[in-house]
């Protein structure tokens, strides 16, 4: 498989066209023959354009590729080698939502022939690439696994809005269904990964390892959290306190903040899911997330009592919050926390405004019933910076006198500011 992928006798399919599927396939377009597929033809035609419709690369990066963007299921029918790339999100239960990926095992099983490799991408449950998704592609194609194709697992690895730690510098864990079938998968995406290739045992493994990369964060930024509503309670700075511990060798740091995106704050709900079917409760797991689902009310509640303090009216306090995404730099505002806090703060009835220079108004009303203002239009109360957005950290005193009515009040949930800065201010942050 992959010497004709490069001598382009063979392609290669990449299925979904987001943040993870597109880096992948222009990566891969620079080296091989690539056929780039996603369900939603608005994007297809935005992307034969050389425009990414998330907003993540240059045009720059569609130069010198050789692929064809399609929205048509018979095109897959060229392709040799699929990498399913779909969203792998959570319902309003928290329980994993599987839809997009059984679709795209769907779409494959379709056209898949024998000799086809397909690896999947999306992060899942150990057991979900083998359990869930080739029973899929054995049904729709009438091939049997080993005798007339291959599979493997390779998690993603990229972040979005990261311009130095790029796909081909992320080392890439990979696996496969029999030693032949991960040699060939490995040498595949050694390609395009600089950084080099992990052979992982099995399948299982490789989505284990996906799962607890993103897992142990969200247990060490609950841990900061909790530390961050004691040291609150103690009236003790927990950056300071954070400063201090952190010039111990071994001490790691993490901060305090808002867990949102579609990876810290989503995969282990596929942990804890799979090991409820097994019959286990996972404890730390779900403290963590309980802690860490909870910090928007947290920080909605905090403001509100220093509101009070303040004397202020809470049906005519007017908020501002600057950034809604759910990191700096990025126009994603999938699970985004900060739309938690502007819904606890209205549950208070105060007022509420949302800028971001990143976000898209009507992706944001559509999903969270919420539109975004251009630019501040009243004096406010107070003022949340919620996303560590480049075009809030030059941001100096005067800005925020201008658009405060009286006093400010400034929620610095980034810690962007220095001390020196908001010597005038009434400031708070985790």
């Given at each position: 498989?992959?010497?004709?992928l490069?001598?382009k006798?063979?392609?290669?399919?990449?299925?979904?066209?987001?943040?993870?599927?597109?880096?992948?396939?222009?990566?891969?377009?620079?080296?091989?023959?690539?056929?780039?597929?996603?369900?939603?033809?608005?994007?297809?035609?935005?992307?034969?354009?050389?425009?990414?419709?998330?907003?993540?690369?240059?045009?720059?990066?569609?130069?010198?590729?050789?692929i064809?963007?399609?929205?048509?299921?018979?095109?897959?029918?060229?392709?040799?080698?699929?990498?399913?790339?779909?969203?792998?999100?959570?319902?309003?239960?928290?329980?994993?939502?599987?839809?997009?990926?059984?679709?795209?095992?769907n779409?494959?099983?379709?056209?898949?022939?024998?000799?086809?490799?397909?690896v999947?991408?999306?992060?899942?449950?150990?057991?979900c690439?083998?359990?869930?998704?080739?029973?899929?592609?054995?049904?729709?194609?009438?091939?049997k696994?080993?005798?007339?194709f291959k599979?493997?697992?390779?998690?993603?690895?990229?972040?979005?809005g990261?311009?130095?730690?790029?796909?081909?510098?992320?080392?890439?864990?990979?696996a496969?269904?029999?030693?032949?079938?991960?040699?060939?998968?490995?040498?595949?995406?050694?390609?395009?990964?600089?950084?080099?290739v992990?052979?992982?045992?099995?399948?299982?493994?490789?989505?284990?390892?996906?799962?607890?990369?993103?897992?142990?964060?969200?247990?060490?930024?609950?841990?900061?959290?909790?530390?961050?509503?004691?040291?609150?309670?103690?009236?003790?700075?927990?950056?300071?306190?954070?400063?201090?511990?952190?010039?111990?060798?071994?001490?790691?740091?993490?901060?305090?903040?808002?867990?949102?995106?579609?990876?810290?704050?989503?995969?282990?709900?596929?942990?804890?899911?799979?090991?409820q079917?097994?019959?286990?409760?996972?404890?730390?797991?779900?403290?963590?997330?309980?802690?860490?689902?909870?910090?928007?009310?947290?920080?909605?509640?905090?403001?509100?009592?220093?509101?009070?303090?303040?004397?202020?009216?809470?049906?005519?306090?007017?908020?501002?919050?600057?950034?809604v995404?759910?990191?700096?730099?990025?126009?994603?505002?999938?699970?985004?926390?900060?739309?938690?806090?502007?819904?606890?703060?209205?549950?208070?009835?105060?007022?509420?405004?949302?800028?971001?220079?990143?976000?898209?108004?009507?992706?944001?009303?559509?999903?969270?019933?919420?539109?975004?203002?251009?630019?501040?239009?009243?004096?406010?109360?107070?003022?949340?910076v919620?996303?560590?957005?480049?075009?809030?950290?030059?941001?100096?005193?005067?800005?925020?006198?201008?658009?405060?009515?009286?006093?400010?009040i400034?929620?610095?949930?980034?810690?962007?500011?220095?001390?020196?800065?908001?010597?005038?201010?009434?400031?708070?942050?985790?």
């Amino acid at each position: 498989m992959y010497q004709q992928l490069v001598d382009k006798e063979n392609k290669i399919a990449v299925i979904g066209l987001g943040y993870v599927g597109l880096p992948i396939a222009l990566a891969f377009a620079k080296k091989t023959s690539v056929i780039g597929f996603d369900i939603n033809a608005e994007r297809v035609e935005m992307m034969k354009q050389g425009v990414d419709p998330s907003k993540e690369l240059e045009s720059a990066a569609f130069e010198g590729c050789d692929i064809e963007f399609t929205a048509n299921i018979e095109d897959l029918k060229k392709a040799n080698f699929f990498v399913v790339a779909v969203p792998t999100p959570i319902d309003a239960s928290r329980t994993p939502n599987l839809k997009p990926l059984l679709g795209a095992s769907n779409t494959v099983g379709q056209v898949l022939k024998k000799g086809d490799y397909v690896v999947f991408e999306s992060t899942v449950y150990p057991g979900c690439t083998e359990e869930d998704c080739l029973p899929i592609l054995e049904e729709l194609s009438g091939l049997k696994l080993g005798e007339d194709f291959k599979i493997g697992y390779s998690p993603e690895r990229i972040n979005p809005g990261d311009k130095e730690r790029t796909i081909e510098k992320i080392v890439k864990v990979v696996a496969g269904s029999d030693a032949e079938s991960l040699e060939e998968i490995a040498k595949v995406y050694e390609l395009i990964i600089d950084a080099g290739v992990h052979r992982a045992t099995t399948i299982k493994v490789a989505e284990a390892a996906k799962v607890i990369e993103n897992t142990q964060r969200d247990l060490n930024i609950a841990l900061m959290n909790e530390l961050s509503i004691i040291f609150d309670k103690m009236d003790i700075n927990t950056m300071d306190v954070l400063k201090a511990a952190g010039t111990k060798w071994n001490f790691l740091k993490f901060y305090p903040g808002l867990v949102g995106g579609h990876c810290i704050g989503v995969d282990p709900y596929y942990l804890t899911f799979k090991a409820q079917k097994l019959g286990y409760n996972p404890q730390v797991i779900l403290s963590g997330r309980r802690i860490n689902d909870n910090m928007s009310t947290h920080v909605a509640t905090k403001l509100v009592q220093l509101l009070l303090q303040e004397g202020k009216v809470l049906n005519t306090a007017n908020i501002l919050v600057m950034g809604v995404t759910f990191k700096e730099n990025v126009s994603d505002i999938r699970n985004s926390k900060v739309a938690d806090v502007v819904s606890a703060l209205k549950d208070f009835s105060v007022n509420v405004d949302v800028i971001d220079p990143h976000a898209a108004s009507d992706e944001v009303e559509q999903e969270y019933g919420f539109s975004l203002i251009d630019k501040p239009n009243k004096k406010y109360e107070a003022v949340i910076v919620a996303v560590a957005h480049d075009e809030y950290k030059e941001l100096g005193a005067d800005y925020f006198k201008s658009i405060s009515n009286g006093q400010p009040i400034l929620v610095d949930l980034k810690n962007l500011y220095s001390s020196e800065l908001t010597k005038d201010f009434i400031v708070w942050g985790l």
